[in-house]
Structure formats: C-alpha cells, structure tokens
C-alpha cells in the first residue's frame, strides 16, 4: 500500500523528503515535501511494508519507520518538534 505525504508547515520552507526502498524498487531521493495530496506527482510513495520516512531542512533531520503494509498510509509532517500526522485508510 503507499504513502502520501505532506506538509503542515509553511511553505516557504525549503524541506525534503525521502522514503526508503526495503519494499519494492522505488526511488529513494530526496524530494521537495508536498502542500497537500492533490499531486500524486509529488505527494505518493508506492511501498508495501515497513519504510522510513526522513525530513530535512539544512543539516537539520528526522526519520520515523512506518508500516503501509495493509493499508494506505496519509502523513502529515508538523515540523522537527512535532509528532507526524497519521491516517490510516
């Protein structure tokens, strides 16, 4: 099942985001965190298992390991002090 992430934070803020490859052959560059789900483009990750997650902003970084095994996952990044936004569907 995938991943859709985004941001909750301001957008004038240069983050990225990079999703780990232990499931599947995907991609696993950093790329520019989302506004919101609306572009599969750049907002969806197609895994199924146990993933990490990581944010960066400058030298500045966080990581969760995440389960999309059985379902699909929405996360919303809060900030590097906050905990993720987690719906799972």
Not at 32 to 61: I, M, T
Request: proline share 3%.
């Amino acid at each position: 099942m995938p991943f859709n992430i985004r941001s909750g934070v301001s957008q004038s803020r240069d983050i990225k985001v990079f999703v780990s490859k232990y499931s599947v052959d995907g991609n696993d560059s950093w790329f520019p965190l989302a506004p919101n789900f609306n572009d599969a483009d750049k907002s969806h990750w197609q895994r199924n298992g146990w993933e990490v997650v990581v944010f960066k902003e400058g030298n500045v970084r966080r990581g969760w390991y995440i389960d999309c095994s059985n379902k699909i996952v929405d996360i919303t990044f809060n900030g590097f002090s906050q905990d993720l936004g987690l719906v799972r569907r």
